[in-house]
Nanobody, 124 residues
């Protein structure tokens, strides 16, 4: 059973920064495309950022380009999401998701494994 555990969420003021972490319980972590999604209150879950397991390509939703950065540490089985210059519209539960040996995908239904999420609240 593949498990993903997120951490790093919290309350931050607008303009501040947070770094989210997601640890996956798989020794073959390097074979997983890792992605972050988020779900704001009353809205559908949306793609935020992804790191392709094979090409190393990084992909971001337009609203976070230049502010968020996804990275991974294969030795620690961990993917990160560095979030800078946060604004209240970034308030959401952030989910880590994974696909085994598959390319980047931006649809919720394409992801194989999910974490339980971590809440990020940005105050104005």
């Amino acid at each position: 059973q593949v498990q993903l555990v997120e951490s790093g969420g919290g309350l931050v003021q607008a303009g501040g920064s947070l770094r989210l972490s997601c640890v996956i319980s798989e020794r073959t972590f390097s074979s997983y495309t890792m992605e972050w999604f988020r779900q704001a209150p009353g809205k559908e879950r949306e793609f935020v950022a992804g790191d392709d397991w094979s090409s190393g390509r990084l992909l971001y939703v337009d609203s976070v380009k230049g502010r968020f950065a996804i990275s991974r540490d294969n030795d620690k089985n961990t993917v990160y999401l560095q979030m800078n210059n946060l604004n209240p519209e970034d308030t959401a539960v952030y989910y880590c998701a994974a696909r085994y040996r598959e390319p980047l995908a931006t649809h919720v239904e394409d992801m194989e494994y999910w974490g339980k999420g971590t809440l990020v609240t940005v105050s104005s």
